[in-house]
């Protein structure tokens, strides 16, 4: 292998920003955290075994990371998912793609659905790093393809732009299925990580989501500590956070009816997709009661879900090992299983 496509250890020492310096990963290097928003620059010069201040682990990046360079040496992995027409007229555009991660085991893959993971970051960065390559390796083990959106962010009066790239993406994955050797383009799973996770919630949704874009319904989707009703913040996460998050949503037009417009429990009804939902009570981000409410309005409209509830963990414990949430992807996928048999 050429020099400077040789692969390098990752060590608890280096930092972030360090990262920019892997040449095997170097078309990547942006998205490890998408966005040129504030987490970013919180962590730029933080060494990687500090990450636990963001509530992400060591470990669990150091693997994702090694893992992307595993499939990086593999071949093309990452696909912008916009035309060149598409990103003339909106620049933005050009950041928005998918990392493909193809599961080994091509026989189960082609048995199971496909999944879309879109990492969190309120809306001002996609932290694939956390919520992107350390779980699609989890899901690749056993026997998913994985698909990690970065979406577009940072941006005042941001929705509905990543409603409108996750679209793109699927559509890009149902056009490009036999390229990436996907047996049913149709039978998808997607889940996501607290704002990646309301992203997921409101695609769930006839009002905002799939059928909009005239797509299909996920077959099931799973819900890692999501934001899902804009008003369940009041009272418990600071004003100034909130009053932040509110901006990057709508800008200037912050009324009742626009945040109620985007409120997931707004808009749930019989055919809202399967959930699987996690979340840690001492989560001081995005309060537990966010998936609360969701598992409850499912109850109330017959959908099979799950709450897969902790009290220690908090926000940003991704594939969970270190939470007492610790396993749920695995039980995850029993779930998923069970509520497509459901379907049948």
Not at 187 to 203: C, D, E, H, K, M
Not at 269 to 291: G, H, K, L, M
Request: contains cysteine.
């Amino acid at each position: 292998m050429e020099q400077e496509k040789q692969r390098v250890k990752i060590t608890p020492d280096m930092t972030f920003d360090s990262l920019e310096k892997i040449p095997l990963i170097a078309e990547a290097v942006p998205y490890l955290v998408g966005g040129d928003g504030q987490y970013y620059y919180m962590m730029k010069d933080l060494p990687l075994g500090k990450g636990d201040v963001l509530g992400w682990n060591y470990e669990s990046m150091a693997e994702g990371i090694e893992y992307l360079m595993d499939r990086a040496e593999k071949g093309r992995y990452l696909y912008p998912v916009y035309s060149e027409e598409e990103i003339r007229e909106t620049p933005a555009k050009k950041d928005v793609n998918i990392m493909h991660f193809p599961a080994e085991d091509r026989a189960a893959a082609n048995a199971r659905p496909y999944i879309i993971d879109c990492p969190g970051g309120a809306y001002l960065n996609v932290c694939s790093i956390a919520e992107g390559y350390p779980i699609a390796k989890k899901f690749n083990q056993m026997g998913y393809d994985v698909f990690v959106v970065n979406y577009r962010v940072n941006e005042r009066n941001i929705m509905p732009k990543p409603l409108d790239d996750l679209a793109a993406c699927i559509r890009y994955v149902m056009e490009h299925h036999k390229e990436f050797g996907i047996a049913d383009p149709e039978r998808y799973i997607v889940g996501g990580f607290s704002a990646g996770g309301n992203l997921t919630a409101l695609w769930g949704t006839k009002h905002l989501g799939y059928a909009v874009y005239d797509l299909p319904r996920p077959v099931a989707m799973f819900l890692i500590y999501p934001v899902s009703d804009l008003h369940l913040f009041d009272g418990i996460v600071d004003e100034e956070l909130v009053r932040a998050f509110m901006d990057t949503l709508f800008g200037d037009n912050q009324s009742e009816e626009r945040k109620k417009e985007y409120s997931v429990l707004e808009h749930m009804d019989q055919d809202y997709p399967p959930c699987y939902i996690a979340c840690c009570r001492d989560d001081e981000t995005v309060p537990c009661i966010n998936s609360e409410k969701m598992y409850e309005k499912m109850q109330s409209l017959g959908i099979p879900a799950v709450l897969d509830e902790g009290e220690h963990g908090g926000h940003g414990f991704g594939d969970g090992r270190f939470a007492d949430t610790k396993g749920w992807m695995e039980r995850a996928v029993d779930f998923f299983a069970e509520a497509e048999e459901k379907q049948k």
